[in-house]
């Protein structure tokens, strides 16, 4: 069982994402501009984070492209997880990025520069609101993993150039130059922490673990409550793409006519779509006993046993 209306979905997504790499690399020029103006290592601080999420959004996009083409002969699954793998390679960016910051800030703190405020404040402000808007465009654009990864980027922009604006004024009423680097590392440190999320959930849809938020163990149960049905094993449950869940299983029901049984498969399949948001689906019934050995299923024929065929849907 396949959902068709993907494609309008990303074609707004991919407008978004243009508009927002436009923006956010004008935003980019003016920070180094600024910066450099105002001897300010939080605002070059922030071209450079700025820079990584304009990286960022030019993978996203390409993603979006990618995810887009249909499958093939050689591409079974189309290339729904090229947007997982751009949202890895963002967060991984992301450490590089924080702990260059983190460098530069140690040698701005030993050796401290005249900055100047006011600049600073006005170039955060703008900032703020840039990254505030790009980041609500994306929110209300998708969940998938590779579009939430270039909102991350976005809403810890809004953050840092927030704390920016924070520090500017902190910097004029104390004429401590030191806070700026100090600001730098707060950057930093917030950069970091929100690539870890990231990376952990990208990892485990490329390793095919159990998809986020989801419990192998309920949706077993799920699928054992349906009438008919008398036993589940070898479950698997994985991701094809951060949105698109795939489940494998044999499920073990009566010795029933083959008409009888597909009532039975599409039950299951309307219980994992609904309940679970699992539409793509391989199951096995079976009218035999059987063994499981180095998780494979081996029937064990006995004279009053048959094997019944599998049901596969998309």
Known sequence: MHSHGGHGHSHGTGRVLRISLAVTMLYVVLLVVAGIHAHSLALLSEAGHNLSDFLALLLSLVAVYLEGRPPSATKTYGYRRAGVLAALVNALSLVVVSFFIFYEAFQRIQHPEHVRAGVMIGVAAAGVVMNGVIALLLWRS??????????LHEVGDTLSTAAVIAGGFAI????QYWIDAAL??????????????????????LLEGTPRG???????????????VSDVHDLHLWSIGSENHALSAHVKIA??????????LREINEKLGQGFGIHHTTIQLEHVVCETAHGCVIAVPDEHSSTEHGGHTH
Do not use: Y
Request: no cysteine; aromatic share 6%; hydrophobic share 50%.
């Open 142 to 151: 998708g969940k998938d993993v590779n579009v939430r990864s270039a909102l």
């Open 172 to 175: 004029l009423w104390t004429g």
């Open 255 to 264: 010795d029933m006519a083959t008409s009888e049984s597909d009532t039975i």
């Open 184 to 205: 730098s590392f707060g950057i930093g440190a917030l950069i970091l922490w929100s690539s870890f999320g990231i990376v952990r959930e990208t990892l485990n849809i």
């Open 214 to 228: 989801m419990s192998l163990e309920a949706v077993e149960s799920a699928m054992r409550r349906i009438a008919g």
